[in-house]
Every structure is written in structure tokens, then in C-alpha cells.
């Protein structure tokens, strides 16, 4: 319990003060439970502080992500409030310690979610599909992390922004994805990277969510997952991520 607590109020207080710490399984190894319980606490400091859970998100859906990171797992983190931002909005570099940025695909859910469901049942239960980028920022040092560790840190979370939400619930079949900055592409993926669908990455979050005793609320956003490595994101940039048939989505970076 006290390795718990202490470890929600260190990583709590990374995100903070921007101070990365050194990774919990430096010190001593713990289970994928211990991990989720960590990450449960860190995120009742936030939703102490005025900032609900407003959605989920998925890692390590893609190849290229697990490749990037050198893990091999789903994970499911918690969106708060104060980690989302408006289409076309400004993020502030300053309250991240060294953000990445991915293009990713994002569903909103029309209705609770209380049991695991597969890929057709799991559309009666969403209203809109919008391409999103989600910013991760590890509170570790150097952006290293195990599974565990990634877990207990709300696998990154940092802030996301989604695009228009189109209501009509495309299939999602094989689609290009580019992110880009001021214009220019810098990763290329498909929706087919994401689990083979993004509508298979909201079922797994289902599993998941049931699992890890994580709430998926009506109302809620649900990050399915980079399509493609992720960028190092720096200041003065228009970063946006184009999914064909989808309206594109974007932010600007800003200190
Ligand atoms: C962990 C989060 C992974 C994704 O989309 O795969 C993730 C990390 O890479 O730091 O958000
Ligand atoms: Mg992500």
C-alpha cells in the first residue's frame, strides 16, 4: 500500500513540477495489478484537483509503437479534463517535459459500456468517429519505462485533441494516416496498423476497461492508439493528422 501511494504522489507531482523521476521498477519489481493501482491513485489526484475522467485511451495498439517503446502489451490509461484541447486549439510546451505527439483515431461513446464487447457489438454504443493526436509526456527520465511502469504512469497520458466526429461510424477499413508539422509529413500509417481496425482497439478497451475497473461512460472519448511511432513535438509547430474520408484535426504548439 505505501509503495502505492508514494508512488501516485511522486509521479503526481513529475507531472506537476515537469521533473522527471527515476522508473518505480528501478528500484523494486511489482505486479501489472500494483501497476494499475498506482495509476488509479494518480488519477484520483486529478479528479481531486477538479479534473474528471472524461475518456480512455489504448496503447501499444500498433507495431510500430510497441517496436518504438520496446513493450509488448495493451495498456489502458485515463483521459482527464485537463488534458483535453479544443480542434485547432494551442498546447502551452511548457507544462510537458518532453512531449511526442502521434496521430491516432477517436470514438465518442453515446452510452455507458458495463461488459466486454466485440467489434460489431461495440458500434451501438458510439455516436462519432473523428481522427485525433493524442501528446504523451513519460514522467520518467529519458522516456524509459517497463510495462509496469508506463501503466502506473497513466501510460503517458498527457493531452489530446479530437476532429470533427463524423456520425455516420465509417468501417475504418485499410485507411492512410500522416501526421504532419507546418505542413510537412512526418509519420505515414494506416487505420489497418491499429489492431487490423480502430474498432477492434474499442472492444479490447471493453476488456480492458472491465478488467482494470476503469469506468466508459457515455459522453466519454476513446483514444484507440497510434498508428505509426511517435514525434518529438517543440515549439511554433501546426501538428495535424489526416485520415482520408475523416475531416483533418490540428493544434498549435505554443510557449
Ligand atoms: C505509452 C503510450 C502508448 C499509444 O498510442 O500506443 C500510446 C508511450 O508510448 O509512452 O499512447
Ligand atoms: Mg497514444
Not at 486549439?89 to 511548457?94: E, H, N, W
Not at 513519460?138 to 501503466?151: A, G, I, P, Q, T
Not at 468501417?171 to 512526418?186: A, F, M, Q, S, W
Request: hydrophobic letters at 40%; aromatic letters at 8%.
Amino acid at each position: 500500500m505505501e509503495f502505492e501511494n508514494n508512488s501516485a504522489d511522486k509521479l503526481h507531482e513529475s507531472f506537476k513540477k515537469q521533473m522527471p523521476i527515476a522508473q518505480l521498477s528501478e528500484k523494486q519489481n511489482y505486479s501489472l495489478h500494483t501497476a494499475y493501482d498506482i495509476q488509479h491513485k494518480l488519477v484520483n489526484h486529478r479528479v481531486a484537483e477538479g479534473n474528471p475522467i472524461i475518456g480512455v485511451k489504448l496503447g501499444f495498439t500498433s507495431k510500430a509503437k510497441m517496436e518504438q517503446m520496446g513493450v509488448n502489451d495493451l495498456i489502458i490509461g485515463q483521459l482527464t479534463k485537463d488534458m483535453f484541447c479544443p480542434n485547432g486549439g494551442s498546447l502551452d510546451i511548457k507544462n510537458f517535459i518532453h512531449p511526442r505527439v502521434e496521430p491516432e483515431v477517436c470514438f465518442l461513446l453515446s452510452k455507458d459500456i458495463e461488459k466486454v464487447l466485440n467489434a460489431d457489438e461495440v458500434k451501438k454504443y458510439v455516436s462519432g468517429v473523428a481522427a485525433a493526436i493524442e501528446v504523451i509526456d513519460s514522467r520518467y527520465s529519458n522516456f524509459k519505462f517497463s510495462l509496469e511502469d508506463v501503466v502506473a504512469d497513466n501510460c503517458s497520458s498527457a493531452a489530446f485533441v479530437s476532429g470533427k466526429m463524423d456520425t455516420n461510424l465509417p468501417d475504418l477499413k485499410p485507411t492512410p494516416i500522416e501526421l504532419r508539422i507546418n505542413g510537412e509529413i512526418v509519420s505515414i500509417g494506416n487505420t489497418a496498423d491499429i489492431l487490423e481496425n480502430p474498432w477492434n482497439s474499442l472492444a479490447e478497451a471493453t476488456r480492458l476497461a472491465k478488467l482494470h475497473n476503469i469506468p466508459l461512460k457515455k459522453g466519454m472519448y476513446v483514444m484507440a492508439g497510434a498508428a505509426t511511432a511517435a514525434t518529438f513535438m517543440k515549439k511554433s509547430q501546426e501538428i495535424s493528422c489526416h485520415i482520408e474520408g475523416l475531416e483533418p484535426v490540428f493544434f498549435q504548439s505554443i510557449t
